[in-house]
């Protein structure tokens, strides 16, 4: 087993996923299970396997298929062990197969220190062919396309990364689906593992592997459909104003079928505590937030005096890439996973609609900053009224007065550009002009009028 850790070690060091860049990892596998062996002799197994290297360890999920004979110039070989070629998992039809087999099957699987079992809303169908999609970063998507079910093409997303503890992107997603709801594609299923971790109390953890929803294939995501508006100076009014409708139909059946409390005080000043430690972490970070640090706070206390409407289950980092638009059944939310700078525990709290909503706001701004940034074209006008759409929507929605919360709103808004503007200091340095731009405006805005 140590050879073969060492070997997956150096694999995973090269792939999108490794969450430690740079680092040499240090494998240990502590769990494995056999998913299933294919017709061909095939065998499918789930490593997992946490990586030592890092001052916090991470635990991966490493699926792998075992071949006898070398598939000639297969990309997914992973390497040679055992008297058998391992192959990275998602990549190989034998792993697919078995994968959307154990969640729509519903099998339990007893493996070596790790069990499994599949929980299916459905039926999937015969599986035709997979692939998986591009674009892999911190989890890997399969694309299936089926025969002989109700569904011709499913998407299973595989979490590299695992935490104990529920994962929004499956558990908000099988509320939706439970509810009724149109506007997220249905889940099919999910994949959960049970694994020992020492540093808990019952000696294990708990959590899930992956899931497998209606694929809606050759649609456009929101960002690329209101870029394509915006370049074309072309109203995005109307269709702003359904993604407001879609948002709130959304939160309504969330907040129908998964606990909603109503907010006081308290959560009030827990909301801005958090923006405020968010807030001191971004200014060590990001000079340019630094510099706006004391007028954001500012903004912070004076959010304090306002009401807080009832908090509930949200999707937790809406923008326009998470909201596909089909031409017959509207805008639908995916991606529910929450921001990945925040720790998985705090992604399924209650928390306030005017988060997803301040999300979706700086989402439009971003098309003009985005826009500026290419080639000078000025599309402020076209975001505020895409702005002021997207909240007339969800308002004629749900009946919540969002502009009666404008300085909670601008708190929420605020909070979620600072948010971004780790994010692209970290990930696009030539971006971070964008939220730094909407933070100088937002504070302006809400600074008290002169005299
Ligand atoms: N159900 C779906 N139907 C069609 N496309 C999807 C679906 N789910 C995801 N996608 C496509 O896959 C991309 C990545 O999915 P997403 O859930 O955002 O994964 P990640 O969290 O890895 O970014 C999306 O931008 C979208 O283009
Ligand atoms: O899609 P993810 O869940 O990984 O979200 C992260 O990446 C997003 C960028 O892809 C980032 O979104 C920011 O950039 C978008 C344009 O590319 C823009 O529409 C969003 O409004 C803006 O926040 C997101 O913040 C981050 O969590």
Known sequence: MDDVAALLGAWMMRQRWYATKGRTPRIRII?????????????????????????????????????????????????????????????????????????????AIAGDDVSMVGTA?????????????GGEQSNTSIVYDLEGGPLPFVIAKVFRVLHHGENPDVTTQAALTQGGSHRAPPLVGYLTATWPDPGRDSGTATGQLAFAQEFLPGLDDGWRVALRAAVDAESFADRAYDLGIATAEVHATLARVLPATAAGPDDIADALVSMGARLSVATKEVPGVAALAESISAV?????????????????????????LSPERGWM???????????????????????DIAGMLRSFDYVAGALANTDGTDARDWASEARRSYVDGYIASSGFDVRGHRLLLDAFELDKAVYEAVYESRSRPTWVGIPLAAIERLIARSAPMPG
Not at 39 to 45: K, L, N, P
Request: contains cysteine; charged residues 25%; hydrophobic residues 40%.
């Open 300 to 324: 912070y206390s004076a959010a304090a005096e306002g009401d807080l409407p009832p908090l509930q289950r949200i999707h937790g980092d809406l923008h326009l890439g998470q909201a596909l």
């Open 333 to 355: 939310l995916i991606d529910f996973e929450g921001e990945p700078l925040r720790p998985m525990d705090e992604r399924s709290r209650p928390d306030s609609t005017l988060r």
């Open 121 to 133: 809303f459905g039926a999937s169908g015969r599986v035709v062919g997979s692939r998986v999609l």
């Open 31 to 107: 769990g494995t299970a056999r998913l299933g062996d294919a017709t061909d002799g095939a065998r499918s197994f789930i490593h997992l396997v946490v990586d030592e290297a890092p001052e916090v360890p991470v635990l991966y999920q490493v699926p792998v298929v075992g071949r006898a004979m070398l598939v000639p110039d297969s990309p997914a070989l992973i390497c040679e062990a055992g008297g058998e070629y391992l192959y990275d998992g998602p990549h190989d039809p034998a792993f697919t197969a078995a994968l959307l087999d154990a969640i729509s099957g519903e099998r």
